[in-house]
């Protein structure tokens, strides 16, 4: 991918879209492929923000059917299908358990129905139906380690994760690149007005300390929860408030002895808000947190009532435990781009997406993005394009419903690949099956791209952690191919080694050396790399004493050699 610092932009777009999050890069992906000339720029890096934070997903939405909203359920499980097959590699089937027990708001008998509603929506998945266990045996044996006093039922059903949404974020960027798209991460809008049917744009290069100026036809605003700084822009009294997000907030802790084989999806004891508690690599992801938040959205962050909220919910249902902060590897949290729905609830906000024409406030061509979620960015992004074509009366169809990302693009069928391609391309690079079979699941069928840079230095087969799987080719290739400008865009969106126990911190010298090698960092900014992704780790991932230790005995280590 290449990026506005190298490539020079044109003056005019048809399409100028604000925000890499996963809404923003869908809707470049779209509307590429239907022919329209397409920038994207964001100020930080690709799905950085709310794409990041999520419970890692892909879902039809069971709990909105408590809402009656049929129409926003049967959207997700189609698009679930879709994106399952569009981008296997880096998506797959989950299943879910739900535990009912005496005190829960919902019986097995609604619970029942819902899932017979569920399967009813998703007439045309590949996914198998739900299943029920009432039998005292079968109860008995199911996961021994949780809460098995007043357990009356099991409902079980299907969805999918993606394990590494960031990845998914990219191979969208990617693919609409690849469509003709420009993509630029780090580049800024700083100023944006009408003109002559125009809408006249300056964007800071936040890399180079440089700026420059496009025009486009039409301007999307698909800023996530920035979607109000935005607007503000224009200094238009006309654009209300739009943005009530909500804070969803996680924690990672370690595997711990009879904790869940399977997913759990748990009616919380607290208040009866749903929750997950998801077998993560070598983890639990236990989540998520919902609240309003009226804070500064560049400091999102768990707060300690979260923390306390899930570690109770963690020992009500595990009780032989006894979890405390001291388990907590780390955390995340990210803001829901959710719609301001004055005088509701956190829960009553409806998840569908609002894709906000602005021509009655005065600016003809103007476009917010409201809410959306990972399932259904794509629907999201061709209606926003189908909007565009009615207005211009053209006809173009989307060409995104079975447009394979580009990692997926010559696979059809992943275990097969992966049982015939794996031996293959670990023979022929002398890279562990292992490792190779790890490398299909980040980047699919590009997976011979990353592998052919170690030919010319053996020394990119190597691994960085103890903790991650990922080789030193991988940090080679996020900045040549995937425009990774920054040590936190390597660690954290375009390898696993950010989410890893430590969270790449025990490896974070060695990574910036290997990066700054090709960044042409000197030893100065290379330093102040390293101190950016520290602080950001302290500030944003909260991590836990036994991360922050070895974090230090890393630091001694280094100081000694």
């Not at 017979?116 to 045996?137: G, Q, T």
């Not at 963690?314 to 803001?335: M, Q």
């Not at 917010?368 to 009615?390: F, M, W």
């Not at 602080?535 to 230090?552: I, S």
């Amino acid at each position: 991918m290449e990026s506005l610092r190298t490539v020079k932009p044109k003056d005019y777009y048809d399409i100028a879209i604000i925000g890499g999050g996963i809404n923003g890069v869908g809707i470049a992906l779209d509307a590429a492929t239907r022919g329209f000339s397409t920038i994207l720029v964001d100020k930080g890096d690709f799905g950085n923000f709310t794409s990041s934070a999520s419970t890692k997903l892909i879902h039809g939405g069971l709990r909105y059917l408590e809402y009656f909203e049929f129409p926003l359920v049967r959207e997700s499980l189609r698009e679930r299908e879709r994106i399952l097959r569009n981008a296997q590699h880096l998506v797959r089937p989950l299943k879910l358990n739900i535990p009912l027990y005496k005190h829960s708001q919902r019986s097995p008998l609604v619970i029942k129905m819902g899932m017979i509603l569920y399967d009813l929506l998703s007439y045309d998945k590949s996914l198998p139906n739900h299943s029920m266990i009432f039998s005292n045996n079968r109860l008995k044996q199911f996961e021994p380690g949780i809460k098995h006093s007043d357990l009356k039922a099991i409902a079980s059903y299907y969805d999918c994760i993606v394990e590494y949404p960031e990845r998914l974020c990219l191979e969208i960027a990617l693919s609409a690149e690849k469509a003709g798209a420009l993509i630029s991460n780090y580049s800024e809008v700083v100023e944006c007005h009408p003109l002559n049917g125009k809408y006249q744009i300056k964007v800071n290069d936040l890399i180079n300390n440089d700026s420059f100026e496009i025009q486009s036809k039409y301007l999307i605003n698909a800023g996530g929860p920035f979607v109000d700084v935005i607007n503000k822009m224009f200094n238009n009294k006309s654009l209300q408030r739009m943005m009530g997000g909500t804070k969803g907030s996680h924690i990672i802790i370690d595997r711990f002895t009879g904790g869940p084989v399977e997913s759990l999806y748990i009616e919380a004891h607290q208040d009866g808000r749903p929750f997950f508690i998801i077998p993560w690599h070598n983890y639990y992801l236990v989540g998520t947190t919902d609240k309003f938040y009226e804070g500064k959205l560049e400091d999102v962050s768990i707060d300690e009532d979260e923390k306390d909220y899930l570690l109770k919910e963690l020992n009500h249902f595990f009780p032989d435990n006894n979890f405390t902060g001291s388990d907590i590897l780390y955390t995340y949290s990210g803001v829901r781009p959710l719609p301001y729905e004055e005088g509701k609830s956190e829960r009553q906000v409806t998840r569908k997406h609002i894709i906000k024409d602005h021509t009655k406030a005065g600016l003809k061509n103007y476009i917010s993005i409201i809410g959306g979620k990972l399932t259904t960015y794509r629907n999201l992004a061709e209606e926003t394009i189908d909007l565009i074509c009615e207005n211009e009366n053209i006809k173009r169809k989307s060409e995104t419903r079975n447009l394979r990302l580009i990692g997926s693009e010559k696979i059809t069928y992943l275990d097969a690949y992966t049982k015939s391609t794996v031996p293959e391309i670990a023979n022929e690079y002398r890279l562990p099956e292992e490792t190779v079979k790890y490398l299909v699941g980040f980047y699919g069928s590009r997976t011979r791209d990353v592998a052919e840079l170690t030919l010319d230095d053996p020394e990119l087969k190597n691994k960085l952690s103890d903790y991650a799987n990922d080789i030193k080719a991988q940090v080679v290739f996020a900045v040549r191919k995937e425009s990774a400008r920054t040590l936190e865009d390597i660690l954290i969106r375009r390898t696993g080694i950010g989410y890893s126990k430590y969270l790449g911190l025990d490896c974070l010298h060695e990574v910036a050396d290997l990066a700054g090698r090709y960044l042409n960092w000197s030893d100065e900014q290379k330093l102040l790399e390293i101190n950016k992704y520290q602080d950001k780790v302290n500030k944003f991932y909260q991590p836990g004493a036994e991360t922050l230790g070895k974090m230090k005995e890393k630091e001694n280590s280094d100081i000694i050699k």
